[in-house]
């Protein structure tokens, strides 16, 4: 199955700073899930490679996974395994309801909130929906900019995303996901960055596949640039030896108290 970057693979190789947050921060939302999912029948939606999946097996008494990929599935399916773990198509869904449904990094490629109102009728009366995505508190300059991740419809800030979440739930607290270490701050500036550089592919004016084939052409015009500019010299390659791999899941935090942090953390009930 190919990285894209928007299925975390983990045992895959980490190349850059970006890719390690990604990876500590994929495992501690996961891990943070877990006092949640004790003895709980469990609905990972949107489950990736089904690591996330994996791990809530451990707790849960039963943990059902779907994505909309066959080959996401596939790929599921042939590395994590155990006996209350059942990974399917979405299309394979049925109505039966949940204790605990979880949502990571989901909710912004649904084109609409369609999918919030299916989690609600999935959701048993006393159930929790927990869900992620990313702040685009330090990703988009407000109003004026449409993601520059070609793969995302629609980014939240945190306002914005408990106001969405409260149309279908009664009750919602908002966390953030981040801490004050380097490489969060290191990952903050790098978005930054990239909401600047990417502004003039992204305006909010532009239709989805304006917006999304202007991505790919300055993406393009960068990977020539680099080129042209390594062609006389050895390239440098951003691996393991060129940062410290040096935190783990349990260095990123999830609370309402974080001054410095990359993504959101909803907890929904009905």
């Known amino acids: 199955m190919e990285n894209t970057g928007e299925r975390h693979i983990p045992g ?46 451990e707790v849960s008494d039963k943990v059902t996974a779907v994505d909309i990929s066959e080959e996401t599935i596939l790929f599921a399916r042939n590395n994590y395994r155990a006996d209350n773990l059942n990974i399917k198509h979405l299309s394979e869904l049925s109505d039966v309801q949940f204790d605990l449904i979880t949502a990571f990094q989901v909710i912004e490629h649904a084109e609409n909130a369609k999918s919030l109102l299916r989690l609600r009728s999935l959701l048993k009366p006393d159930g929790l929906l927990l869900l992620s995505t990313p702040d685009k ?41 981040g801490s004050d270490s380097d490489l969060v701050l290191k990952e903050i500036a790098r978005t930054r960055k990239q909401r600047l550089i990417t502004l003039p592919c992204t305006l909010s004016i532009y239709p989805d596949n304006l917006r999304v084939r202007l991505l790919g052409m300055q993406a393009h015009a960068f990977r020539m640039m680099r080129k042209i500019r390594n062609r006389n010299r050895s390239r440098k390659t951003n691996s393991d030896q060129d940062f410290n791999k040096t935190l783990s899941p349990g260095d990123i935090e999830i609370s309402g108290r974080i001054k410095h942090s990359t993504d959101l953390f909803a907890i929904c009930s009905v």
């Open 12 to 57: 895959s190789e980490i190349k850059n700073e970006a890719e390690y947050y990604n990876h500590l921060m994929h495992i501690a939302t996961y891990k943070y899930a877990l006092q949640f999912a004790n003895d709980k029948h469990v609905l990972d939606y949107g489950c990736g490679s089904a690591y996330g999946s994996y791990m809530l097996s």
């Open 137 to 177: 508190k330090n990703r988009l300059f407000n109003f004026i900019q449409r993601p520059w991740n070609k793969f995302h419809h629609r980014e939240y800030s945190g306002s914005g995303l408990k106001k969405l979440l409260q149309n279908y739930f009664e009750n919602v607290e908002i966390l953030s996901i």
